[in-house]
């Protein structure tokens, strides 16, 4: 839900921050898709792993990233390593999903 105080406390209590929930989504997917900047950082700066796959599609926090249009979360997960070339189940890589929502400065960047 974006606590990060929460995920402060988990983090501090040896909680896996790539551990998947019941939707098949990571706390680092969640923020991504919710546009929370400074929580994804936060995760990212503890061990988020960028790169992990979740739910059936096997999106990314990168695709969810370009997929709403946060300019400057696509920019800091791609400076911490995420794959910009990685296809989901369909066939589909970031920069197909935002040339598919039309956010034209993430195509760009891509």
Same mark, same amino acid.
């Given at each position: ?26 706390? =680092?997917?969640?923020? /991504?898709?919710? $546009? %929370?900047?400074?929580?994804? +950082? !936060? *995760?990212?700066?503890?061990? @988020?792993? #960028? &790169? ?9 926090? =990168?695709?969810?990233? /370009?997929?709403? $249009? %946060?300019?400057?979360?696509? +920019? !800091? *997960?791609?400076?911490?390593? @995420?794959? #910009? &070339? ?25």
């Amino acid at each position: 839900n974006g606590n990060k105080h929460l995920i402060k406390f988990l983090i501090e209590n040896g909680a896996d921050l790539n551990k998947k929930g019941k939707n098949g989504y990571t706390p =680092l997917h969640i923020a /991504c898709m919710k $546009g %929370n900047e400074p929580l994804v +950082k !936060y *995760l990212v700066e503890h061990g @988020a792993d #960028v &790169n992990k796959e979740g739910g059936y599609t096997n999106k990314t926090s =990168l695709y969810f990233a /370009c997929q709403n $249009g %946060n300019d400057s979360i696509v +920019k !800091y *997960l791609i400076a911490h390593g @995420a794959n #910009v &070339n990685k296809k989901i189940r369909y066939g589909k890589t970031p920069l197909i999903v935002a040339c598919e929502k039309g956010n034209e400065s993430i195509v760009k960047y891509l």
